[in-house]
């Protein structure tokens, strides 16, 4: 089997995301969905409700009172809140294994990915961009890939490296040309095989060149914005450093103002913060 | 409690303690300004964001460290009240990275370093050492007692700078 045929097998024999992501996904899609509804397919899950339940009487959102039930929290935390809480939960279990071949230690991959969540949400707050659950999701596993990828760039890291070093070619550039595929057309391959809409699929498989996706360009450019930001102000740096490529046009794309820069860049200060805080209740 | 003061982003410690050893991780476009004086035993470590306070005026009040203007005098006077003497100060900077930006959008890193330089000029402080700039990330550690400090490159091997 080619070196591809054989990365693209294990990102088809990834295990399922959970049937809930996909539900609550599916639902809050809709502007008009039933408030009842999302709790009732959360319900469904008695460890989730557990979960977000320790997660409203949390410090983290320093709500006075007690809450015991799924309707209380989604009345104080509101839609945003509790989808992300379901999302996270469902998703950091596939973030927690070691990233070697990226030089990331256990927990790292995860926190640059909920610090790119938060941030992309951040920024479509900003500008109002409507999808801010399929946002959400995008950002969270926009590096998804990287889980298949890591041994494989482990092994050949010299060959990359070189690349990079020499080549003046960019860190996914070089993944794509050792080999076969980059970490972004991957995780695009993982979203698809897990059934996410296509516009998560878009925003994933496209992160690093969101000029080039055909459609989806906004909710492209938010999550290769939020990356790149994330990164530049070290949450998550690995093996690749900073050597990524910035789109030409990202911020038009992203419909986000240029000069508004060191204001997104601010907000990981307080991102930072909060994704330790995730995290470590996660664990 | 001596041993390891990992300072994050936005942040900034200084030490005494001969037991001691600041490390701030994963620099990109932010800066470490690290500063030692060996006679009194004072190390600090100052890890900031971006360059100007005037960004966000209340940020900088209640977190000085975030941006150069406000971070650079916080440190060394946290620094001078330990027993630290501005002449002797070895003075290393690490950081500001930036990505493959043609555009010039992303020149967080380069503006940092341009602040970051700026101030210590005026206040005619020298720069002993530097590991700036480049698409890397960058981990950084000072010891206290001897002033020594590592770092790492992208998660790499560990090397003295």
């Not at chain 1, 209380?72 to 992300?84: D, F, M, P």
């Amino acid at each position: 089997m080619s070196l591809v045929k054989e990365i693209l097998a294990k990102a088809e024999n990834l295990p399922a995301i959970p049937a809930i992501v996909q539900q609550v996904l599916g639902l809050v899609q809709d502007p008009d969905f039933e408030f009842s509804r999302l709790i009732d397919t959360v319900k469904m899950d008695p460890g989730i409700t557990a979960h977000v339940l320790r997660m409203a009487n949390s410090p983290f959102y320093g709500l006075r009172q007690k809450i015991s039930s799924l309707d209380q929290a989604l009345a104080l935390l509101g839609t945003r809140n509790l989808v992300e809480i379901v999302l996270s939960a469902q998703v950091v279990k596939f973030y927690q294994v070691d990233q070697d071949g990226y030089r990331l230690a256990r927990g790292d991959l995860w926190r640059h990915c909920m610090a790119t969540a938060l941030l992309a949400n951040k920024i479509g707050a900003m500008i109002k961009f409507g999808e801010t659950a399929t946002l959400f999701t995008a950002a969270l596993l926009h590096d998804v890939g990287k889980l298949i990828l890591s041994q494989y760039v482990g092994g050949r890291y010299e060959a990359i490296e070189k690349l990079v070093e020499q080549g003046g070619k960019s860190f996914v550039e070089a993944e794509r040309e050792v080999l076969g595929v980059d970490h972004a057309l991957l995780g695009g391959v993982v979203a698809r095989h897990w059934n996410f809409p296509e516009s998560i699929v878009t925003a994933i498989a496209f992160h690093h060149m969101p000029e080039r996706s055909s459609k989806h360009k906004q909710m492209t450019g938010l999550v290769a914005l939020a990356n790149i930001l994330a990164l530049s102000m070290g949450m998550g740096g690995g093996a690749d450093g900073l050597a990524l490529p910035l789109s030409a046009g990202l911020f038009e794309l992203a419909g986000v103002k240029a000069r508004e820069i060191d204001k997104l860049a601010l907000e990981i200060k307080d991102i930072n913060d909060q994704a330790d805080e995730l995290l470590s209740m996660a664990n | 409690m001596a041993g390891r003061i990992a300072v994050g982003v936005g942040d900034l410690a200084v030490s005494k303690d001969k037991r001691d050893e600041i490390v701030t991780y994963s620099l990109g476009s932010c800066i470490a300004v690290i500063i030692h004086d060996a006679k009194a035993g004072v190390g600090g470590l100052l890890h900031l964001m971006l360059p100007t306070s005037t960004l966000n005026p209340q940020r900088a009040a209640s977190q000085p460290a975030v941006f150069a203007d406000t971070g650079l005098p916080r440190l060394f006077r946290s620094a001078y009240d330990l027993g630290a003497v501005k002449g002797r100060m070895k003075v290393v900077l690490v950081g500001g990275s930036q990505v493959l930006d043609e555009g010039g959008h992303f020149n967080i890193g380069k503006r940092n370093y341009a602040a970051v330089r700026k101030i210590l000029y005026r206040n005619n402080v020298l720069v002993d050492k530097e590991d700036v700039g480049g698409n890397v990330n960058r981990t950084v550690g000072l010891r206290v007692d001897t002033g020594e400090i590592w770092m790492k490159v992208n998660g790499g091997n560990l090397r003295k700078l």
